[in-house]
């Protein structure tokens, strides 16, 4: 979630602009940078394209504890 909004904020991109350039709804975009929901693999290939990054950058890796 954190890393989405960090790179959608450093590509210049609203919600709603990430949101049309995948074929989303801006609502959608908020509720995967609110760990609500989490985007599918096609999803994550989109986002990979739009912001100009590894698919990695998503990936959730376990918490130390």
Same mark, same amino acid.
């Given at each position: 979630? *954190?890393?989405?909004?960090?790179?959608?904020?450093?590509?210049? +991109?609203?919600?709603?602009?990430?949101?049309?350039?995948?074929?989303?709804?801006?609502?959608?975009?908020?509720?995967? *940078?609110?760990? +609500?929901?989490?985007?599918?693999?096609?999803?994550?290939?989109?986002? =990979?394209?739009?912001?100009? =990054?590894?698919?990695?950058?998503?990936?959730?890796?376990?918490?130390?504890?």
């Amino acid at each position: 979630g *954190e890393a989405l909004r960090a790179h959608r904020r450093m590509a210049g +991109y609203s919600l709603d602009d990430l949101g049309q350039s995948i074929g989303v709804s801006a609502s959608t975009i908020s509720r995967w *940078e609110t760990d +609500y929901n989490e985007p599918d693999s096609t999803a994550i290939k989109q986002l =990979c394209q739009a912001l100009d =990054c590894a698919p990695s950058t998503f990936s959730k890796r376990p918490r130390l504890r």
